[in-house]
C-alpha cells in the first residue's frame, strides 16, 4: 500500500476480509508466508503496535464506561501526551461534545461507531484498519464516516485499508482495490483503471433517427471488438473489447447513419465487482 | 505511570459501575460475615481460638469466592463483548494486560475481605458478649496472605479464562475455585479440633499463594494473542 491511499478491501460475506485483517494485525498466524505492517510482524512487535489505528466490527468500547473515560484509557495505554486534551479534540472531531460523560452504553450504533474512530485516532496512527466501518449506520451516519475517512487521508496523509463489502462506499472512498473471493485476490487495481480503461469499456450511441436503428444494429452486429449490442428506441448501447470509441461513430456515420450523441459509460464498481465474482466461480481466476 | 496500573485502574472503576455484581458481593459478605458467625462459633469451642479459626480459614474462603466473581467479569466479560480484540491491536503486552487485570480484581475484592473481616470479628464479639480479636499472625494472614491468596487464584483463574473457550471455562473455573475452598476446609479438619493458627500455618498459606502466582506467571508465557482470539465466543 502507498502512504496517504485508501485501499479498499472487498469480498462476500466469508470470504476472507476480517481473517485477512486479523493476520495482518497478528491477531492470527497466517497458514503460510507472512504478513508485516510498517515492515513489522504485529503478533511479535509491541512498539509498532503503536503505530496501528484499528477499528474492528466491534468498536473496542466498554458499555459501563462513559465517552469520555473510555478514550482516556485508550489514550494512557497509547502513552498519548496531555490525554484529556487529545480526547476534547477527537470528541469535537467526530461530533461528540457533550455526550462526553454519557455512558456508552447508552450510544446509538452511530455514535458508537464515530465514538470508535475516535478511539482509533487518538494515537494518531500512521496506518489505519477499518473493517466495514459504515455497517449497521444509517445514510447520514454513513456519509459522516465516508467524510471523516476522506478527510483523514487528504489532510494527514493516514494510510487506511478499508475492508467493507460496500461497493458504493469503496468507489467514493478508495483509490484502490482488491477483490476478494474464497481467500483468494481475484482483482487488484486502481478504481479508476477498473472503472474505465484496460477492460470492457460501456458505450452508447444516440440516432437522430430511430428508423435507422435496425440499419444501425447490423452495422455493428457485423464489426469486431464489439459484445453485448442491445437497443433500446434510438439508443444503442454497447460493451467495446478492442475498437475505440471515435472507430464506432465512424462507422456508422461512413453508413450514412445519423448520431445524435456518443457517450462513455464507465462501469460502476459495482458491475466489475459482479464479473469478477462470476469469474471466480465459474473457475476463472 | 505503567500500562499495568492504567488497566487495573480500569477494572476497578468498571467493577465499581458494575451494580449486580458490587450488589452480590456485599450480600455474600453480609450473609457469610453475618448469619453464619453464631452457628460456626456455637461448634469451636474456646471463643479467642474460634475466632482465629474463623479468622484463617472464613476470610480467605470469602476472599477468593470474591475474586472469583469479580474475575468472570474483568477476564470473560471482554471475550464476550469482543472488545478484547481491540485491546489486542493495542502496545499492551498480554503480560501486562494480565498483570493489571489480575491488580484489577484483586484490590476490590481485598477491600471486600477485609469488610468482611470486620463484620465477622463485630458481629462475634456481639454474639459472645465481650471484645474478640484476632491473634498476630491471623492479622498477618488477613492484611497480607490472603490478598496474596486473591492474586493467586483470580490470576489462576483469568489464566485459564483467557486460554480457553467459554464452555471450557464455565466448567473448569468452577472446578478451579471450588476445588481450592475444599482444599482449605479438608486441610482445616484433617488439622482436628486442636488446630491453632500459627506463624506456620500462616507462612505455609503465604507460600502457597506465592507459588500459585509464580507458576501462574511462568504459564502466562504460553499465552498467544492468537489463543485468546481462537478461544472468542462466534
Known sequence: ?285 | MSRITVVAEKEVRQLVKSRNVMLSALIFVVVFGIFTIPAALGGMGEAGNAMDTLGFYLVLTLGIFMGYLFTAQVFLREKQSGVIETLLCTPLSLRELWSGKVAGVTIPATLLTYFSAVLITGTASIFTGETLLPSVPVLFHIIIVVPAFIAATSGLIGFTQFMLGMRENQILNFGIIFGIIFLITFVRELAGPGFSVTWGVVAATGGLALLIIMVTAWLTRFLSRERIMVTLPE
Open chain 1, 1 to 285: 500500500m502507498e502512504k496517504g491511499e485508501i485501499f479498499g478491501y472487498l469480498g462476500p460475506n466469508g470470504a476472507g476480509k476480517t481473517t485477512t485483517l486479523r493476520v495482518l494485525l497478528g491477531l492470527l498466524s497466517p497458514t503460510s508466508g507472512s504478513a508485516t505492517v510498517l515492515d513489522a510482524d504485529l503478533a511479535k512487535d509491541d512498539a509498532t503496535r503503536s503505530r496501528v489505528g484499528v477499528l474492528m466490527e466491534n468498536n473496542g468500547l466498554y458499555d459501563q464506561l462513559t465517552a469520555r473515560e473510555n478514550l482516556v484509557y485508550y489514550a494512557r495505554l497509547y502513552e498519548v501526551g496531555r490525554p484529556a486534551d487529545r480526547v476534547t479534540e477527537l470528541l469535537e472531531f467526530v461530533g461528540l461534545t457533550g455526550r462526553e460523560k454519557d455512558l456508552v452504553g447508552n450510544f446509538s450504533t452511530g455514535m458508537k461507531r464515530k465514538l470508535g474512530i475516535a478511539r482509533a485516532l487518538l494515537h494518531r496512527p500512521e496506518i489505519l484498519f477499518l473493517d466495514e466501518p459504515t455497517s449497521g449506520l444509517d445514510p447520514e451516519a454513513q456519509h459522516m464516516v465516508r467524510e471523516l475517512i476522506l478527510r483523514l487521508s487528504q489532510a494527514e496523509s493516514m494510510t487506511v485499508f478499508l475492508n467493507s463489502h460496500n461497493l458504493d462506499e469503496v468507489q467514493r472512498t478508495c483509490s484502490r482495490v482488491a477483490i476478494l473471493h474464497q481467500g483468494r485476490i481475484r482483482a487488484l487495481d486502481s478504481v479508476r483503471h477498473l472503472t474505465s480503461a484496460g477492460r470492457k469499456t460501456g458505450f452508447s450511441v444516440t440516432l437522430a433517427d430511430p428508423g435507422q436503428a435496425g440499419k444501425a444494429m447490423d452495422i455493428l452486429s457485423s464489426m469486431e471488438g464489439i459484445d453485448e449490442v442491445a437497443r433500446n428506441e434510438n439508443v444503442l448501447g454497447m460493451m467495446l473489447v478492442t475498437v475505440p470509441p471515435h472507430e464506432i461513430v465512424a462507422g456508422l456515420v461512413r453508413n450514412g447513419i445519423r448520431v445524435e450523441e456518443a457517450r462513455i459509460q464507465k462501469r460502476s464498481l459495482e458491475e466489475i465487482y459482479l464479473d469478477v465474482m462470476r469469474q471466480a466461480e465459474g473457475g476463472v481466476a
